[in-house]
Structure formats: C-alpha cells, structure tokens
C-alpha cells in the first residue's frame, strides 16, 4: 500500500511561487502551513471519531485533502485566513458526512494517482465506493439534500479534472435535477457555499468546453448573495468596464504602470465586445476588428521582457491617451533613452582597454603601468559593483502582455480561443504565470482569472488539468469574496466566448503561426488592401482615443447591474 507523502516528506519542496510543476504538471507542496496550525488536525488524526473504516490509506488521504487539497481550494496560496468561509463552515461539514468523507478521500485519492504518489487503480477502487454510498443516499432520502446535492457537485468536478469528460453532460443534467427538486439555488445551506461552488465550477467547466452552462433555465436557477463588501482591488477584473481602473490602483497592487496600461486597454476593448446588441450591425461589428487590431499591434511592439522608461511617446493608449508633443512625461512603452546609451558608450569604451595595460599619471604626462592578472580583477570587480544592476524579468507584466495578446488576436479575427491559442502560446502563458508567487497572484485574484480564460478551452495541453483548476478555485474564491464581481467576470467570460464562436468564418486569418508577434506582423494582410485599412485606423483613431479617455472611472458597479446566475 502506497503511503501518501512519504516520499516528499523526505524531499522538502520550495515555497509556492518557485515550486516546479511535478508529473501530470500538479506542485505538490510541502505538508505543513506557514502559521504551523492546521485546521481540524484533531479529527483527521483520530479516525475512530470520523464515519469512515479506520485504515492506514484512509487516514492519509483524507488528511491529504483536509490539510492540502481543501487549503488551496480556500485560498490560492494555500494559506487561507482563520475567517474563511471554506474552512470555516464547509470542511467541518464534509467531515461529519460518511458520504462527503468517502468524496473527499476519492478527490485526494485522484491527486495523489495524477502526481505519481498513488497507484491510479486504487483511486478508481475509491471511485466506486465513492459513488455507491451516493446512490444509496440518494435512494434513502426523500428529497434532495444539501449533503447529496455537494457530493454530486464535488464528484463533477473530479471528473472534469481525471475523469472522462463525454460523462459529464449526464452528471450535470442530473445535478440541475436535484437543485431543481429541492427549490433552486436559494434552498440550499451551508452560508450560500454550496450554490457558489456548484455555480462556479458549472462555468468553469463550459469556459473549458465553449459551451452553454447547464445550470441555468429559470428562476431557480438565480442565486444572489444579500451579504455586501466593500470592494477589495485584488478582485479586479478588465471583465467589468465598472471597476476602478487599474491606472488608478497600480500603486496599491504593486504593478507596473505599464502593466496597468495594458490591463485598461483590454478593459475597454472588453467592454466594447460585450456592449454589442445581439445582431450587430457590419458597422458595429468593423469598429470591433478595427480597434482591436489597433490594441493588439501597440502591445506587440511593447518590449517582451519587462517594460522600459523612456520619453516621449509614440502611440497612446486608446484606455489612456497621453498629450502629443510632450516629452517630459514618462512612457512606460518605450526602451532606453539617449543617455543610457552613452552610459553604455562610456562602460564598453572603459572595458575595452588592453586587459594587461591601465593608463596611470605620473609627473604630468601619460605612462603605461602592467598590471598584474590579481589587479585586473580587482579592478574589474570594483567595476562591476559601481555599475547598475539589471533589471530581473517582470513576470506580470509578461503574463498580462501575452494574454492581451490572445485576446485581441481573438477578438480581431473573431474565432474562439481554442483556435487561436497553440501549443507553444500555452506553455509560454502559463509557464510565465508560473513564475509568479502564488501569493502575488492571490493578491491580483481577479487578473489572475482572468490570464486564465484564453488557456482552460485549449483541450489536452501539458498541465492542462492544473489550468482547469486554477480557474475553478480563482471564480470560486472571488464568489466567496464578492458574489457580485464573481457574476460579472463570469458573465463577461461567458459571453465573450458565445460571441467569438458566432461566426467562425469573419476575419478569418491567412499564414498564421504559432507566435503572436509573428502573426501580428502578418495580420492585416487578411483584410484587404493595406492603403484600405489605413484609411479605416485614421477614421476610427480619434474616436478611439476619446471614447477611452472617459471609461471605468467609476468605482461602483453599472446602473442595474445585478449579481445573479
């Protein structure tokens, strides 16, 4: 019998943010929090008070998903706060239920098979007794129940993740049953946790397809959470044109002014999608290709690496437009300017010298003094250290910048994201996304979700089911936070995919390739005449430009705006 952990136990892994993805692309972290305290720890080790049979391989995987799998479904970073509602109110619950006890050992079960640590027939062998103890629950009770209702809901998304996806229409035809039985999403308990969980991972799961959610169809199906919060910035989301923007707020979320400006652009490039009627005039639908083209060849050219200051300015945002003319403010778009170069000029001319001579003065004129080996390398040590150090990678704004890629390359040639992202733009995404501390990425929840669509409907990509995940827990954790911000990034995925799938045959690109910048150079060669669309950026520039300048100042949500499913 295989012992869950006993290997890493003995093989401590890095903190999260340089952890490397291990076999099937899942981390698998170290075993302990960084507060030292884990929840629940006391039923977890005394099985004999738990509803399930007291064996070994029992015990460590339900310890495996009370003290990992369900802190990462509560907090990104694994290291939720004592207040959360996860670990608050919806662990205690699943622990004192033989049935969600037996999901839950089944879910770590899964983990463990997909990251090497458990042989994949034993977590079938969990499968199966998982799902009888549901069938018979169900056939024991009279009605639907909140116990029966969250296993069927935890059950779906194990299949999502390592099971067989052609049987997942069925399992959520049969979940929209039970909530339709038992009175909708409003009937059910547990602090409103069970509908966020069930209504989150039913639009995960269709974001990862590009398809319709099944939970929807009626009034039972609207779930609205009456409890209002302040809003946190790290909700953020270019999904809703209301939010504050996030020029406004790069300070407080500690990114870069350039990583803003890409972010407001794709604000306002979303929100001219998603505001469209449902038959949109030729016109309309022009002015859509029109700007985003425009967004995406300005981000191209933006540097790949990290963002450089310099002055001036040589396009501007149409989210931010800056003064023409001015060359004293700083533009977070450019590379060095003049006087870098210089300095440059000056420390390559300085290492050029012979590497076995330095000038020296001596009595007013010039003589040459041969250095020892020793010497030169304490001089150049010295040199060195007087020097600026580079600049590391901005791996957020890399991540962001390759995103808007995707999705302006997306929205211009309107075709979904599974035929526009490859296998290469996959792996450069997320591997950049990697990069970035899970802490960081915790504290920019709702850019993270957001980085996150273009990549989840790309099918079976290396660490695909990781992707599948984050999705799900970033649109659950932004429910439990703010419900309201929760429903409009939701919508606004969802609703941006319907209308990119409406028409694959408009704009259909030529060539093609696997690298955004080499298809952006390429791009505008598909639609016509090169003077044609000229004509058409200079007609649409100005408008552009002003229509951006007064968007997403407001802090408050749109008139009307309304956080139900």
């Not at 884990?38 to 738990?50: F, I, K, M, N, Y």
């Not at 169809?217 to 909700?235: I, K, M, T, W």
């Not at 669509?453 to 992707?467: E, I, M, Q, S």
Request: hydrophobic share 35%.
């Amino acid at each position: 019998m295989l012992r869950a952990y006993r290997s890493v136990a003995n093989n401590p892994l890095p903190s999260p943010g340089n952890w490397t993805p291990g076999v099937g692309g899942w981390p698998v972290p170290p075993v302990s929090p960084s507060n030292g305290l884990w929840p629940l720890g006391s039923l977890v080790q005394d099985l004999a008070q738990l509803p399930t049979p007291r064996t070994l391989q029992n015990s460590e995987l339900l310890t495996t998903y009370v003290k990992l799998i369900s802190q990462f479904k509560a907090s990104l970073d694994g290291n939720p706060d004592a207040s959360n509602p996860y670990i608050k109110y919806h662990v205690p619950y699943c622990v004192q239920s033989p049935l969600l006890v037996h999901v839950a050992i089944y879910t770590a079960a899964c983990f463990l098979s997909d990251t090497g640590h458990l042989d994949k027939t034993v977590a079938m062998a969990h499968k199966g007794f998982a799902i009888q103890m549901l069938n018979d629950h169900i056939n024991s009770t009279p009605s639907p129940s909140d116990e029966g209702i969250t296993g069927v809901v935890q059950l779906i998304i194990d299949e999502w993740y390592w099971g067989d996806p052609n049987h997942l229409h069925t399992h959520l035809r049969g979940l929209r049953d039970m909530i339709r039985i038992r009175g909708g999403f409003r009937a059910l308990g547990l602090h409103g946790l069970i509908s966020k969980s069930a209504i989150t991972a039913d639009a995960a799961i269709a974001l990862s397809f590009e398809s319709t959610p099944f939970l929807r169809g009626g009034s039972e199906f609207e779930y609205r959470d009456n409890f209002q919060v302040p809003l946190r910035l790290a909700l953020n989301t270019p999904f809703i044109s209301s939010l504050v923007r996030f020029s406004s707020c790069d300070e407080a979320l500690r990114i870069h002014p350039a990583v803003a400006s890409i972010l407001d652009d794709m604000r306002f490039l979303l929100s001219t999608v998603l505001a469209l009627p449902e038959k949109a005039s030729p016109k309309e639908l022009q002015k859509v290709h029109t700007t985003s083209a425009w967004i995406h060849n300005r981000i191209a050219s933006l540097p790949s690496e990290g963002p450089t200051v310099r002055k001036g300015s040589s396009a501007p945002s149409p989210a931010a437009p800056s003064t023409p003319g001015s060359t004293s403010g700083r533009d977070v778009r450019g590379t060095p300017d003049g006087g870098d170069e210089q300095q440059r000029n000056r420390q390559t001319s300085s290492r050029s010298r012979s590497r076995g001579q330095r000038p020296q003065g001596s009595r007013g004129r010039m003589s040459l003094q041969v250095e020892s080996p020793e010497q030169w390398e304490r001089a150049e040590a010295a040199e060195r250290a007087s020097s600026p150090p580079a600049d590391p990678p901005d791996f957020i704004y890399k991540a962001v910048r390759l995103a808007a890629l995707m999705y302006s390359q997306a929205i211009k040639f309107r075709r979904p994201f599974s035929a526009i992202v490859s296998t290469d733009d996959f792996l450069q995404l997320w591997t950049t996304c990697w990069r970035v501390p899970l802490g960081t990425w915790r504290s920019l929840l709702g850019v993270f979700n957001w980085l996150l669509v273009p990549l989840v409907p790309c099918g079976k990509r290396p660490h695909d089911r990781f992707v599948k995940a984050m999705l799900n827990v970033s649109l659950f954790q932004i429910g439990m936070d703010n419900w309201e911000i929760a429903c409009g990034a939701m919508e606004g995925a969802l609703k941006l995919q319907r209308w990119l799938d409406a028409e694959r045959e408009a704009f259909s690109p030529e060539g093609g390739g696997s690298s955004f910048e080499r298809r952006s150079r390429n791009s505008d060669e598909s639609m016509g005449d090169e003077e044609d669309e000229d004509m058409r950026y200079e007609e649409d520039e100005e408008e552009i430009a002003t229509a951006g300048s007064s968007k997403g100042k407001g802090k408050e949500m749109e008139p009307g705006f309304r956080g139900t499913w």
